[in-house]
Structure formats: C-alpha cells, structure tokens
C-alpha cells in the first residue's frame, strides 16, 4: 500500500481526535467528503488503522500510580517467554509490554491504585514467578503524549 502526504495528513488528524467527523477532517485536508471517507476507509482496511480508543483520566477511575517494571528473565528459552507474556498479560494491572533487547527482556507499564498495590503486584506477577531473574521498577511522575508531533511522510 502507498501512503501519500495526504494520507499522512489524514493520520495526524485522526491520532489527535479520533472521534472529528468525516466532514471535518475533510475540511481540514482540503478533501470532498466522499473522497475522505474513502481514503480512512483504505486505511483501515490495509490495517494502517488499527483501531480507535478513548484517553481516560486515570485518577478518575482509580489509578493514582503508573509504574515501568524492566525485567529480565532467567532463560530466553520460547516457552519461558511465552509462559511470562501469558501469565503478564492476563493480569489487569498491565497496560503495555515492551519486548526488548539488552539488559531487560521486557518493559511492562503498569497502572496501579497506590504503592501498595504496586508492592504487591511486583511480588505477585513479577518475583514469585519462576522464569524471573531480576524486576526493576520505576515510577512514573508524568506523561506526555506524542499525539502533537507531526507524522512525516518519508
């Protein structure tokens, strides 16, 4: 599939609010509504969109701490990676992992109610589990999004 300028252009748009109307977005690429449509349509049916969410207010719903966890496993052995990414993913605490490579094996963001929820998910999901050498945790202060940056067509 070929991307063009103008499909980026759709894509900036879209990663900033994906709720805008089609008449809006086409306004704002200086496209006709029907051509548009069209074109997000391709998008999402190539897989270039994959999908829409909404962003919430985590304290809203409970979440006062975000963590990152760096872990490292004792093997890298496919079943033992598989059985860490089975077990982690299932808990609903995670809302990412990051396979790696380097020191860590994987980068797990974690939204939790307090620190001792943190203490004990870490204890539970990461150090109790056999294929885990090592977790390290960091807290995270603040966030930002990169929902601005401009997507730039190579």
């Known amino acids: 599939m070929t991307i063009d300028r103008t499909d980026f252009e759709l894509l900036r748009h879209l990663r900033r609010n994906a709720r805008i109307s089609n008449k809006e977005l086409a306004e704002k690429v200086g496209l006709a509504a029907s051509t548009c449509i ?3 349509r391709r998008l999402q049916r190539e ?3 994959q999908g829409f969410h909404a962003d919430l207010d985590a304290t809203a719903i409970g979440v006062g701490l975000q963590a990152l966890a760096s872990v490292r496993l ?3 052995k496919r079943a033992k990676v598989e059985s860490f990414l089975e077990h982690i993913l299932a808990r609903p605490e995670v809302l ?3 396979h790696l490579s380097g020191n860590s094996d994987f980068q797990v963001h974690i939204a939790v109610s307090d620190t001792h929820h943190l203490r ?11 294929e885990v050498d090592h977790v390290e945790t960091s807290l995270i202060y603040e966030t930002w999004n990169s929902w601005d940056v401009p997507i730039n067509p190579k």
Request: aromatic share 8%; charged share 20%.
């Open 96 to 98: 990412q992992v990051h």
């Open 38 to 40: 069209v074109r997000v």
């Open 120 to 130: 004990d998910f870490v204890l539970e999901a990461f150090t109790e589990q056999p």
């Open 74 to 76: 004792k093997q890298h």
């Open 47 to 49: 897989g270039v969109v």
